[in-house]
C-alpha cells in the first residue's frame, strides 16, 4: 500500500527555522516526482515544487523559489520543504503528494499534510 | 504564468447534477484532473486524463473537456459529495497548476 508519512504539527515563532519530512512506503521512492502543496487557512490549494528523489532534481514554483528549499534523502525514502527563516504568513497546511507522469501530471497519493503555525 | 479559473461556489440538490468548470488557455490540449477537498482531509484525485476515475472513485464522478474548458460533472450529488473541488493541469512553463478551487454546496 502506498503511503506518505508525514511529520507532526509544528508551531514556531518568527524568525525560526523549520524542516518538515514526508516518507514515502510501499512503491519505489526513486521513481516518482514528489511535489509539496500549500494551503493557507480559508485558501486553495498552491503548488510549491517538486523533486526527484533519485538525483534530487527540484523544480520550483515561481511564487515559492527563494523562499523553501525542498530535499530528499532517497536512503530513507523521505523527502523535506524547509525555511531557513519563518514568518507569520508560512502559517498554513503543507501537503505532500506523489505525482504521477502518465498521459498527463497529477499527484494520485497525498500525505495527511503537516499544520505549520508561525506566531509570536 | 498559467491559470486556471473556477467559479468560487456551486450549489446543487441532494440527487440534482453538480457541474464545476475550470477554464484555462488551451486547456483542451492538456490533460486536466480534478480534486475533492474535505475539510479535515487530504485531497484525493476524483478525475484525471479529463475524464477517467481512479479506482474506488463512484461512477457518479464524470469529466470532460472542450476548448478551454474543463467540467467536472457529479450525477445523482450525495450529502457526502459536498467539499472544495480543485481542477489542475501541468503546463510547461508553469508546471503544476491548481484552479483557485470552488465549494459545492449541497443543500
Known amino acids: 500500500e502506498v503511503q506518505l508519512v508525514q511529520s507532526g504539527a509544528e508551531v514556531k515563532k518568527p524568525g525560526e527555522s523549520l524542516k518538515i519530512s514526508c516518507k514515502g512506503s510501499?512503491?519505489?521512492?526513486?521513481?516518482?516526482?514528489i511535489g509539496w502543496v500549500r494551503q493557507m487557512p480559508g485558501k486553495g490549494l498552491e503548488w510549491m515544487g517538486l523533486?526527484?528523489?533519485?538525483?534530487?532534481?527540484?523544480r520550483y514554483s515561481p511564487s515559492f523559489q527563494g523562499q523553501v528549499t525542498i530535499s530528499a534523502d532517497k536512503s530513507i525514502s523521505t523527502a523535506y520543504l524547509q525555511w531557513s527563516s519563518l514568518k507569520a504568513s508560512d502559517t498554513a497546511m503543507y501537503y505532500c503528494?506523489?505525482?504521477?507522469?502518465?498521459?498527463?501530471?497529477?499527484?494520485?497519493?497525498w500525505g495527511r499534510g503537516a499544520l505549520v503555525t508561525v506566531s509570536s | 504564468s498559467y491559470e486556471l479559473t473556477q467559479p468560487p461556489s456551486v450549489s446543487v440538490s441532494p440527487g440534482q447534477t453538480a457541474s464545476i468548470t475550470c477554464s484555462g488557455d488551451k486547456l483542451g490540449a492538456k490533460y486536466a484532473c480534478w480534486y475533492q477537498l474535505k475539510p479535515g482531509q487530504s485531497p484525493v484525485l476524483v478525475i484525471y486524463q479529463d475524464n477517467k476515475r481512479p479506482s474506488g472513485i463512484p461512477e457518479r464522478f464524470s469529466g470532460s473537456t472542450s476548448g478551454n474548458t474543463a467540467t467536472l460533472t457529479i450525477s445523482g450529488t450525495q450529502a457526502l459529495d459536498e467539499a472544495d473541488y480543485y481542477c489542475q493541469a501541468w503546463d510547461s512553463g508553469t508546471a503544476m497548476v491548481f484552479g483557485g478551487g470552488t465549494k459545492l454546496t449541497v443543500l
Open positions: 523533486i526527484y528523489p533519485a538525483d534530487s532534481d527540484t
Open positions: 510501499g512503491y519505489s521512492f526513486t521513481t516518482y516526482w
Open positions: 503528494a506523489r505525482r504521477l507522469d502518465s498521459s498527463g501530471y497529477r499527484f494520485d497519493y
